[in-house]
C-alpha cells in the first residue's frame, strides 16, 4: 500500500499567482513525501493559477489536485473548509501542508476540527521523528520559543507554516511533470454565514508586499520623530513601518504595526531604527533578506539578527541617512 | 443572551520576552516547561480583551449574561479576575498537563458549553500568548456547529434584525472588514480592541468570594475518543540567531550613514 499522500494546500490570490509561501510549503511537503515514501501533491481551491503547473512540477510534485468550484472563486471559509473536508475523506493524505497568511485561520484549524485531524499552526518544521511518526516544530511566546509537538493519535494533520519558516528550493535533478487532477466536489448546499458588509480596502501599498520597509520603535523618542522614520523610507522608495510598543502607545496607527500580531513582511530591506529585537517584532521581519538595524546598545538583540548594524542615537543618524540616500 | 468567554493562565509574555533577551530562559526536567517561579502567571491578554468585548456588549445595553470559563492546572485566580472584571458565571475545567493538547481543551470547552445551556455568542482571544496557536477558537466553532469570526477589534449588536445578530469590525492586513453573522457564532478577539478596564476594589472583594463551579470531563460524559490527544508538546528550546552582523565604520552619524548607504547600494538593495 502506498503511504498517504502529502499535500500543500493553496488557492489563487488577486495577482493570478499561487499564494505567497506556496512554495516554501511544497519545499517542505517534498522532503516529508521523500521520509515517508508518499506522493506529493499540491491542492488548488478555486481558479487555477497559470503558475501553478509549472511551480509544482519545479518543486518536485507528483500531481496537481485542482477542486474548480463556482463557490470557490473567492475566498469563502465555509465553502473551502467543506471543499477541503470532502478532499480529505476521499484522498486520506497523511498531512496537509498551509502557508499561514491571516485567512489559513479560518481554514486549516477549522478543517481539522471538521474532519478530526490535528493541527499546528505557526510551523517552522515538519520532519520523521524518531519514532518514524512526525513531528511538528512550532515557533512559541511570539518566537522567543520553539516547541517540539509529537503528531500521533490522529488520521491525518493540519500544518500551517510561518511565512519566515524557510527557503523555497526547487526539486533537485530538474523539474517533474505533474498529472492535473480534477477533483469533484459539491458545494451546492453550502452558503457562507459570515456576511461580508464592508470590504476591506487597502489604503496604499501594502507592508506585506514592500520591497524596501524602514521601522521606527521606542528609540525614536516620541511621536514627533517617526517622521524621519517616513522620510527614510520615502528617500529609498520603501514603506514606513512601526514595533508594536509604539504603536500601542498611539504614536503610529496599528495598520503599521510589523510583528507576530501584525504584518509578517518579507521585503529585501529591513532598516529598523531605535527597535530593541523582541522576537514579536522579529516574527514579523525576519524573512527580509537583509536586515539593517540602528540602534544605542550594541548588545541590543536586534543585531543578532541583523547583516548590517549601526551603534549610535537614531536621532543622529536617520537625518544623515536621508540626506545619503537621496544623494 | 448568554455570552461564553474562554480564558487562559499564561506566563507573562513581556517576563519571558525579557528572559529570553538576556540569554537566560530557563526550560524545566521534563524539557519543555519554562521553569522561573518569578515569572508572573496572568490571563492572556487577547483573552482579557475578549472579556472586555463581552463587557463592552452589555454597556451598550446588550441584555446578557456573560460566563467565563477555563482550562487548566489552576485557573482559580484569573476566573476570579474575571468575576472581578463583570463575568456573572466562572467555571474551571481543571487539567493536570501544564501544556495540554488544544483539541482536548477545546473538545472540553465545547461539550462545557453545550451542557452549561448553550452560548450565544463564544468570546476568545486571537490566540494565547505562550503556544500562539490559536486553534482553540476554530475547534470550538467545527464542534458546535458555529460559524468563527477571527481578530475583531469591535463587536455590537447589528441594529433591526429579525435574528439575534453580530456585526463584527474585524482587523485583516488590508485593513478594517465589517461582517455580519447571526448568532450563535464563534468570535476571537484581537489587540486593536484597545485597553481592557481594571475591576474596582469592591468588585475584587465580591470576587473573592465567588467560588467557580468545577467542571469535570467525567461530568461532561464525553468520550474517551474525543479527550485523546493529537498534538503534544515534547520538547520547548530557545532556537539560536545566527548572527553575522557587521558592524558599520564611522565617528560621526554622517560618516555612518554614508558608509552603510554604500555597502546598501554595493549589495544592489537600494539605488
Known amino acids: 500500500m502506498d503511504a498517504k499522500p502529502i499535500v500543500v494546500c493553496t488557492w489563487n490570490e488577486s495577482q493570478g499567482g499561487l499564494t505567497v509561501g506556496a512554495e516554501e510549503a511544497l519545499t517542505l511537503g517534498r522532503g516529508v513525501a521523500g521520509a515517508t515514501g508518499a506522493k506529493l501533491r499540491l491542492l488548488v481551491l478555486g481558479p487555477l493559477p497559470e503558475a501553478a503547473m509549472e511551480t509544482a512540477g519545479r518543486f518536485g510534485a507528483d500531481a496537481v489536485d485542482w477542486i474548480e468550484d463556482a463557490a470557490l472563486e473567492a475566498f469563502s471559509p465555509d465553502a473551502y473548509v467543506e471543499a477541503l473536508a470532502g478532499y480529505c475523506q476521499q484522498e486520506s493524505p497523511a498531512l496537509v501542508l498551509f502557508n499561514q497568511a491571516a485567512d489559513t485561520r479560518l481554514v486549516a484549524p477549522r478543517l481539522a476540527g471538521r474532519v478530526g485531524a490535528g493541527v499546528v499552526m505557526n510551523g517552522v518544521d515538519v520532519s520523521v521523528g524518531e519514532g518514524g511518526g512526525l513531528q511538528a516544530t512550532a515557533s512559541a511566546y511570539g ?110 496607527d496599528s495598520s503599521q504595526q510589523v510583528g507576530l500580531t501584525g504584518k509578517i513582511t518579507r521585503p529585501a530591506l529591513y532598516l529598523a531604527a531605535g527597535i530593541s529585537g523582541a522576537s514579536q517584532h522579529m516574527a514579523g521581519c525576519s524573512a527580509a533578506k537583509t536586515i539593517v538595524a540602528i540602534n544605542s546598545d550594541p548588545d541590543a538583540a536586534i543585531f543578532r539578527y541583523a547583516r548590517y548594524g549601526l551603534v549610535g542615537d537614531c536621532l543622529e543618524i536617520l537625518p544623515e541617512l536621508i540626506r545619503a540616500a537621496r544623494q | 443572551m448568554r455570552i461564553v468567554v474562554c480564558v487562559k493562565e499564561v506566563l507573562d509574555p513581556d517576563a519571558v520576552n525579557n528572559y529570553a533577551l538576556a540569554g537566560r530562559l530557563e526550560i524545566g526536567e521534563d524539557g519543555k516547561s519554562l521553569t522561573q517561579t518569578t515569572i508572573p502567571r496572568l490571563m492572556n491578554g487577547f483573552d482579557e480583551q475578549a472579556l472586555e ?83 482553540v477558537p476554530a475547534l470550538i466553532c467545527e464542534a458546535l456547529g458555529m460559524p468563527l469570526v477571527t481578530n475583531a477589534r469591535a463587536i455590537e449588536l447589528a441594529p433591526a434584525a429579525d435574528e ?89 552619524p554622517a560618516e555612518l550613514a554614508e558608509a552603510l548607504v554604500a555597502r546598501l547600494r554595493q549589495d544592489s538593495l537600494i539605488q
Open chain 1, 143 to 252: 518566537g522567543d520559543t520553539q516547541m517540539v509537538y509529537e503528531l500521533s493519535g490522529a488520521p491525518s494533520y493540519v500544518v500551517a507554516l510561518s511565512a519566515n519558516a524557510l527557503l523555497p528550493e526547487p526539486a533537485e535533478g530538474g523539474p517533474t511533470e505533474p498529472e492535473c487532477r480534477v477533483i469533484s466536489s459539491d458545494l451546492s448546499g453550502v452558503q457562507e454565514r459570515v456576511r461580508v458588509i464592508e470590504q476591506a480596502r487597502a489604503e496604499g501599498p501594502r507592508l506585506e508586499d514592500a520591497d524596501i520597509i524602514v521601522s521606527g520603535g521606542r528609540g525614536l523618542g516620541g511621536p514627533e520623530n517617526y517622521k524621519l522614520i517616513e522620510q527614510l523610507a520615502e528617500a529609498l522608495g520603501g514603506l514606513a513601518g512601526a514595533s508594536r510598543p509604539i504603536v500601542d502607545e498611539g504614536w503610529v
Open chain 2, 53 to 135: 468585548a463581552a463587557l463592552r456588549l452589555r454597556d451598550a445595553g446588550v441584555e446578557c449574561r456573560i460566563g467565563a470559563v477555563s482550562v487548566g492546572p489552576d485557573t482559580a485566580t484569573i476566573l476570579k479576575h474575571a468575576a472581578a472584571l463583570g463575568a456573572d458565571e466562572i467555571a474551571a475545567l481543571p487539567m493536570d498537563d501544564p501544556t495540554p493538547d488544544y483539541h482536548v481543551a477545546a473538545a472540553l470547552l465545547a461539550a462545557y458549553i453545550r451542557s452549561s445551556g448553550d452560548a450565544d455568542l463564544v468570546l476568545c482571544g486571537r490566540q494565547a500568548s505562550d503556544d500562539d496557536q490559536g486553534v
Open chain 2, 164 to 252: 439575534p445578530t453580530l456585526r463584527i469590525t474585524r482587523v485583516t492586513p488590508d485593513g478594517d472588514e465589517v461582517v455580519e453573522v447571526s448568532c450563535p457564532a464563534v468570535v476571537t478577539v484581537s489587540n486593536e480592541l484597545g485597553e481592557p478596564r481594571y475591576p474596582t476594589a469592591a468588585k475584587k472583594i465580591a470576587a473573592r468570594r465567588m467560588k467557580p463551579e468545577i467542571i469535570t470531563p467525567e461530568g461532561l460524559s464525553l468520550p474517551a475518543e474525543t479527550l485523546r490527544p493529537r498534538v503534544v508538546a515534547q520538547r520547548q528550546f530557545v532556537p539560536t540567531v545566527a548572527g553575522d552582523c557587521e558592524f558599520v565604520p564611522g565617528e560621526s
